[in-house]
C-alpha cells in the first residue's frame, strides 16, 4: 500500500520544492565550475592547436581526441574509483565535466580563431606588434565574439550532463529527485521528474537567451564581427 494517495502526489512534489532548490544549488554551482574550467583548458588548448607546434601540439590534440571520445560516465568513474581525484564528490564531478567540456571548448575556439582573416594578423605585424601581441589584441577579441554561438550550445549541454554525477552519488537535481521517490513516502515518480524536467528546461531556455543577448550585443551591425 502507497503512504500517499494517488491525487495527493503533487502536493508532495509541492512540500518537497525545498529539497529540489538545494539540488537546484548544486546543478547551477556544477554548471558553473565545470564550465569555467573547461574554458581556462579550451581557450588554451584550441590557441595551441591554431598556433602552436612539436610535441606541445600533438599532445593536445591527442588529448582533445581521447577526452571527446570517451564517455563523460566512463570519465567520471575513473576519475572517482580508480584515480581518485578527491574524495569529493562535488569535485570530481566538475573535474570530469571540466576535462570534457574543455576538450570541446577548444575545437570551438579552435575554429573561432582560424575564422579570423589571417590579413589582419600580417596588419598588426607591419605596425610593430609582436606576433603574441597581435594575436592577443586583434586575433583573440574577436574570435572570442565569434565563438559565442558555439560557447551557448556546448553551455547547455554541460548543464544536462551535470545529471551523470548521479552515479558517484553528487546530491544534485537528478538525484534529489530521484531520492525523493525512491524513497517510498510517494508514489509520485512522474510528478517528479516532471518537476525536474521543467526546471532543466527553465533553466537551458534563460541561459540561452541571456547568451543570445550577449551575442547579438558584441556582434557588428551589417554582419562583420571586430
Known sequence: MHAFPLQSDWAFVLGSLDLLAEGLGVTVALTAASITLGFLLGFPAGAVEVYGRGPLASVVETAGVVLRGTPLLVIIIILFFVVSVSSSAF???????????????????????????????????????????????????????????????????????????????????????????????????????????????????????????VDDYFTIPGGEQA
Open 91 to 213: 569535485v570530481t564531478a566538475a573535474v570530469a565535466l571540466g576535462l570534457r567540456s574543455g576538450a570541446y571548448q577548444s575545437q570551438i575556439f579552435r575554429g573561432a580563431l582560424q575564422s579570423v582573416d589571417e590579413g589582419q594578423l600580417e596588419a598588426a605585424r607591419s605596425i610593430g606588434m609582436g606576433r603574441l601581441q597581435a594575436i592577443r589584441h586583434v586575433v583573440v577579441p574577436q574570435a572570442l565574439r565569434r565563438s559565442v554561438p558555439g560557447f551557448q550550445n556546448e553551455f547547455t549541454i554541460v548543464l544536462k550532463d551535470t545529471s551523470i554525477a548521479i552515479v558517484i552519488g553528487l546530491g544534485e537535481l537528478l538525484t534529489v529527485g530521484q531520492n525523493l521517490y525512491q524513497g517510498g513516502q510517494s508514489t509520485a515518480a512522474l510528478e517528479i521528474f516532471l518537476t525536474v524536467s521543467l526546471i532543466y528546461f527553465v533553466l537551458t531556455v534563460t541561459t540561452n537567451r541571456t547568451l543570445d543577448y
